[in-house]
């Protein structure tokens, strides 16, 4: 069975900035299109970036310039530097691991930006 182990949210106030981290294991890792994604209370889940097999990234409009998105293979993990936070990035974020055939999430970790 697929897991994942989210690290790193928390508080911070605006313009802060935070790193989640996501280490995946019983995954062959390297094939899979990972990505994160957050959802706000009362809010679909939405993109925030991906990361392909490749290491070719895509990101939400709304963080671009701010997120970055990294994959490690060799540890199977996936982070995501968010600088320049703001209030509506307030969320829980989730990990989430893609493939032709299959697609995996975490359980997500909570990420709150106030003052």
């Known amino acids: 069975q697929v897991q994942f182990v989210e690290s790193g949210g928390g508080l911070v106030q605006p313009g802060g900035s935070l790193r989640l981290s996501c280490a995946a294991s019983r995954i062959t890792f390297a094939i899979y299109t990972m990505g994160w994604y957050r959802q706000a209370p009362g809010s679909q889940r939405e993109l925030v970036a991906t990361i392909s097999t490749s290491k070719s990234t895509n990101y939400a409009d709304s963080v671009k310039g701010r997120f970055t998105i990294s994959r490690d293979n060799a540890q199977k993990m996936v982070s995501l530097q968010m600088d320049n936070l703001k209030p509506e990035d307030t969320a829980v974020y989730f990990c989430?691991?893609?493939?032709?055939?299959?697609?995996?999430w975490g359980q997500g970790i909570q990420v709150t930006v106030s003052s």
């Open positions: 989430n691991a893609r493939s032709v055939n299959y697609n995996f």
